[in-house]
């Protein structure tokens, strides 16, 4: 089976400072992950992917994350935080190999000007 | 290249009706999802579907749920004799393969049953 932890339901974070948005997951074989944001009443879109290669993955609108693979971790993180980034995050991964992602419950980011 | 198309965006059913949701995949997917989504709570998974075919619908309720991808035209989840603990917003996603592939979402059509 596969899982996905979002330890925190909320992070709140200044405008212009750094920010990290956790996740864990657990799965057997290598992992696919994936970051996606959800606006309000929106769907969600994908931000970025890690399948294999370099660990730093860049993804849109400055968002990186970084596959860890001893801790079993891909946070996502962004240098400078943006008012309009506030929205939910969720980090999703997939066995490789499979077709379905689980994805985690999302934690809210909240960034204030 | 249009995105992920879902209709209606909100439905409204009473207990006891049938409530049939629409997904248009991004042109040239092939591959269609379909997830809920309540409140608090993440994605849960409910089928995968391909031109045709079912592959996988480990997530779907046995029973009143089924999903369809015919060869011509839109993915159709239909859910028959609806309950309140229905009411969710349920998405729709594509992508152009299956595995390490990214999934385009709709904008989700939200279901209120009274």
């Known amino acids: 089976a596969q899982s996905v932890a979002q330890p925190e339901d909320q992070v709140n974070v200044a405008e212009g400072n750094p920010l990290t948005v956790k996740c864990t997951y657990s799965v057997s074989g290598n992992p696919y992950l994936f970051w996606y944001v959800q606006y309000p009443n929106r769907g969600l879109q994908f931000l970025l992917k890690y399948i294999t290669g370099d660990n730093l993955v860049k993804g849109s609108y400055g968002f990186e994350a970084e596959f860890n693979k001893s801790q079993t971790s891909f946070h996502l993180k962004k240098p400078s935080a943006l008012v309009s980034d506030s929205a939910l995050y969720f980090c999703?991964?997939?066995?490789?190999?499979?077709?379905?992602?689980?994805f985690g419950r999302g934690t809210s980011l909240i960034v204030h000007p | 290249n249009a995105g992920v198309m879902q209709n209606p965006r909100h439905l409204v059913r009473r207990r006891g009706q049938e409530a049939r949701l629409r997904c248009s995949p991004m042109k040239g997917h092939s591959h269609v999802y379909w997830y809920r989504q309540l409140p608090e709570e993440g994605l849960k998974f409910m089928v995968y579907l391909q031109k045709e075919n079912i592959i996988d619908e480990s997530g779907m309720p046995k029973e009143r749920f089924s999903a369809e991808f015919p060869k011509e035209g839109p993915s159709i989840l239909r859910i028959q004799q609806v309950v309140r603990g229905d009411s969710a917003a349920y998405f729709c996603a594509s992508s152009p393969a299956g595995q390490g592939h990214e999934q385009y979402f709709g904008p989700g059509t939200r279901l209120t049953v009274t």
């Open positions: 999703a991964v997939a066995r490789g190999g499979s077709y379905i992602p689980t």
